[in-house]
């Protein structure tokens, strides 16, 4: 047997490669969860499996494991991977890049004539993103619990689809992958992903070894008012939901950010229900998207969001719902893992700092079961979320030989 290596070769071409599935005019990429370009990547990703002789498998919720046997296949495997879905206006690395990584470290194998004491699985999970159809990370949340929520059945995506009917046809797009059980034993979870902030572009550190994930809530708001003449009803009269989803946000832009540093607070999708230009607007919806290390001030900050916009709502003669339709606790990653990412690191002679996630991960899930850990790359500007998202095919590389070195690393102890 060789020494494991990455092609590096390979790996950038097999970027680009999925980079086209999907394609943006801006460089970007569309690959919604369960979308027709989804299943592609996905029978992409299959394909080029069986080309070296690992076996697809698929379990309920069509998350995609792609198995390279080991000496003794009866013992739980290690997964390393990421997902293949995107944003409607995603980047071509975000997600990508650990799964296409996770899949060289399995060729990498194959080419040294590795023979590791269990089997390594590459898994794309489903639906991390949460952008066609919410919650994110449905995929890996499903496996950690072993078994997919009852309401997800009836859920509906932005375009109207449904999720059970697209779920459906993704799993008999792929008629010979093995069918698996929702939750298996696994050794440990290795996810390789870009870091999606500039903290190692700007300190010029090519390798973060994630700590944890900070906490994300999700909230759906609605402000109901009355609908009524925007050129007869004065000012005394009006149950106006704009006015008061303008007054609750602006005081709450003005207190969350603002007061403390580790906050992140966004409103990402507004709508004014049945608009007219000539009519006080009787309903307004819009999501919140609530981050912060500590569980505690996650409370405290959901507490104060509906306060606020219950005032802002009755000072205007309206009434506020808030609705809870995501929440990821703070996660802190297998200390022991981190130590061997850290050699890993070392014996790679690459720079890394120890940092702490703000986006959310499928690590997160997965944490639950098994021992995990994740390792991020810088990219350009901190950019994501964007079709701009860039990465160096430099450190794109060093990434993957990170993954490669972090696994051997785990079979070895
Ligand atoms: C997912 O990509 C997130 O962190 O929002
Ligand atoms: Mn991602
Ligand atoms: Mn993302
Ligand atoms: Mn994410």
């Given at each position: 047997?060789?020494?494991?290596?990455i092609?590096?070769?390979?790996?950038l071409?097999r970027l680009d490669?999925?980079?086209?599935?999907?394609?943006?005019?801006?460089?970007g990429?569309?690959r919604?969860?369960l979308s027709?370009e989804?299943?592609?990547a996905?029978?992409l990703?299959a394909?080029?499996g069986?080309?070296?002789?690992?076996g697809?498998?698929?379990?309920?919720i069509?998350?995609?494991?792609i198995?390279?046997e080991g000496k003794?296949n009866?013992?739980?495997r290690v997964l390393?991977g990421?997902h293949l879905?995107?944003?409607l206006?995603?980047?071509?690395f975000?997600?990508?890049l650990?799964t296409?990584?996770?899949?060289?470290v399995?060729?990498?194998?194959?080419?040294?004539g590795?023979?590791?004491?269990?089997?390594?699985?590459?898994?794309?999970?489903?639906?991390e993103e949460?952008s066609?159809y919410?919650p994110?990370?449905?995929?890996?949340?499903?496996?950690?619990?072993?078994?997919?929520?009852e309401?997800?059945?009836?859920l509906?995506?932005?375009?109207g689809?449904?999720?059970?009917?697209?779920?459906?046809?993704t799993?008999e797009?792929?008629?010979?992958?093995?069918t698996?059980p929702?939750?298996?034993?696994i050794?440990a979870y290795?996810?390789?992903?870009?870091?999606?902030g500039?903290?190692?572009e700007?300190?010029?550190?090519?390798?973060g070894?994630?700590?944890g994930?900070?906490?994300?809530?999700w909230l759906e708001?609605?402000?109901?008012g009355?609908?009524?003449h925007?050129g007869?009803?004065?000012?005394g009269?009006?149950?106006?939901?704009m006015?008061?989803?303008?007054?609750g946000l602006?005081?709450l832009?003005?207190?969350i950010?603002p007061r403390?540093?580790r906050?992140r607070?966004t409103v990402?999708?507004l709508a004014v229900?049945r608009?007219a230009?000539?009519?006080i607007p009787?309903k307004?919806?819009?999501?919140?998207?609530?981050?912060?290390?500590e569980?505690?001030?996650?409370?405290?900050?959901e507490t104060f969001i509906?306060?606020t916009l219950?005032?802002?709502a009755a000072?205007?003669g309206?009434a506020?719902?808030?609705r809870?339709?995501f929440d990821?606790?703070?996660?802190?990653?297998s200390?022991?893992?981190l130590e061997r990412?850290n050699?890993a690191?070392?014996s790679?002679?690459?720079?890394?700092?120890?940092?702490l996630?703000?986006?959310?991960h499928d690590?997160?899930f997965?944490?639950?079961?098994a021992p995990t850990?994740?390792?991020?790359v810088?990219?350009r500007?901190?950019?994501?979320?964007?079709e701009?998202e860039y990465?160096?095919p430099d450190?794109?590389?060093?990434g993957?030989?990170?993954l490669?070195?972090?696994t051997?690393?785990?079979?070895?102890?």
């Open positions: 047997m060789s020494e494991p290596r092609d590096a070769e390979r790996f071409g490669a999925f980079a086209r599935i999907g394609a943006t005019p801006k460089g990429v569309n919604q969860a027709p989804d299943r592609r996905r029978r990703l394909e080029l069986q080309a070296r002789g690992f697809p498998g698929q379990d309920a069509a998350n995609l494991f198995r390279r003794d009866s013992r739980p390393i990421s879905d995107s944003q206006t995603g980047g071509r975000d997600g990508a650990g296409l990584a996770a899949f060289e399995l060729e990498a194998l194959e080419d040294a590795a023979e590791t004491p269990f089997p390594v699985e590459a898994v794309a999970w489903t639906n949460g066609h919410q994110g990370c449905m995929g890996s949340m499903a496996f950690a619990s072993g078994s997919i929520p309401q997800w059945t009836s509906r995506g932005h375009d689809s449904l999720f059970a009917d697209e779920l459906q046809a799993l797009a792929l008629p010979e992958a093995a698996r929702l939750g298996f034993p050794a290795l996810e390789l992903h870009i870091e999606q500039p903290s190692l700007s300190e010029n550190i090519p390798i070894i994630v700590e994930i900070q906490g994300t809530r708001v609605e402000i109901t009355q609908s009524a925007a007869t009803t004065a000012l009269l009006r149950r106006d939901a006015a008061a989803a303008v007054r602006d005081r832009y003005a207190e950010m403390d540093a906050a607070f990402g999708r229900e608009g230009v000539n009519a009787e307004i919806c819009f999501t919140i998207d609530l981050r912060h290390p569980s505690a001030v996650l409370d405290r900050l509906r306060s219950a005032e802002a000072g205007c309206c506020s719902t808030l809870r339709t990821m606790p703070p996660t802190v990653f200390s022991l893992l990412l050699e690191a070392d790679l002679g690459l720079a890394s700092k120890s940092m996630s703000g986006a959310f690590a997160l997965v944490n639950r079961v850990a994740m390792i991020f810088p990219c500007d901190g950019l994501s979320h964007n701009a990465v160096e450190q794109a590389v060093a993957a030989q990170m490669l070195a972090s051997l690393t785990v079979l070895d102890n």
